[in-house]
């Protein structure tokens, strides 16, 4: 329960009486219960209008919102599709079907828009996989809301999964045990190529500089040769010059 305070100012009167002993307080106990109800409905909506707000300061809210949406939609049918509806291969086949919405939407929208990554996956001619991993150059372009999204909802998927696979476990649920393997194989998968591509432009950043600041130092070493020369040959190469002109000096009064 939230209790407001207010500043009271208590004032000395003529008579030398204070004005708090004028005062009455009254015992939260007495409120009426309707006070109590909109407090809490008050809190809710403070709550519900926070992670509203919180989605609509992302850079692309409409993706953030889609990369949450499909995985909490898969495992709400999966905990509660039995409740409404009776038939278990109807069930099987939503969750399936969302989990891949969410597959794709993950690996070709909201990976690219909310973090600047994208994976693929290139079969070779010779029946070989190559992992191609992609990042983006400006990172500046990514906002931070963006980032706590996509990355919470990668990673706390799987996490939810592992614990519904246990839990089937625990309860001899061995049938639905393939909607949950299911989910950990796609999950898993994006997650892996995400990461990896974390990893790839962590590392490329850090070769960009190192290349960089080389560059830079060669550069400068190149554009003064003099100073080199001036540093190893300085001294034989005054004592050349004066044999020179004293030699042309001679040669001259002859």
């Known amino acids: ?16 009486v204070n004005d708090d ?9 007495s409120l009426s ?23 609509q300061s992302a850079n692309h809210p409409t993706a953030a919102l889609f990369h949450i949406l ?3 939609l898969a495992m709400l049918t999966y905990v509660f599709g039995t409740w409404f509806i009776s038939n278990t291969v ?19 929208v909201t990976g690219r828009l909310l973090v600047g990554l994208r994976w693929e996956n290139q079969i070779k001619e010779d029946g070989s996989n190559e992992w191609v991993f992609e990042a983006i150059a400006d990172t500046s372009r990514i906002g931070k809301v963006d980032s706590t999204i996509f990355w919470f909802g990668l990673w706390i998927s799987p996490i939810l999964w592992v614990v519904l696979f246990v839990v089937g476990i625990l309860k001899f649920n061995l049938a639905w045990l393939v909607i949950v393997c299911v989910a950990l194989t796609l999950n898993g998968i994006n997650l892996y190529g995400f990461v990896s591509c974390r990893k790839g432009a962590k590392k490329q950043a850090q ?14 070493l190149l554009s003064t040769p003099g100073l080199i020369t001036g540093a190893l040959f300085g001294s034989g190469g005054n004592n050349n010059n004066n044999n020179n002109n004293s030699n042309n000096s001679n040669a001259n009064r002859v």
């Open 207 to 220: 070769n960009a500089v190192n290349s960089f600041m080389t560059q830079g130092v060669v550069s400068g």
């Open 33 to 55: 219960p309707s006070s109590n109800n909109y407090g809490r409905s008050a809190g809710r909506t403070q709550e519900e209008g926070g992670v509203v707000t919180y989605f």
């Open 90 to 108: 109807l069930i099987f086949v939503t969750c399936v079907v969302l989990l891949a919405f969410d597959f794709w939407t993950v690996k070709n």
């Open 1 to 16: 329960m939230y209790i407001s305070l207010k500043k009271i100012n208590m004032n000395v009167s003529a008579s030398g």
């Open 21 to 29: 002993e004028k005062l009455s307080f009254v015992d939260s106990s």
């Open 70 to 72: 499909f995985k909490t």
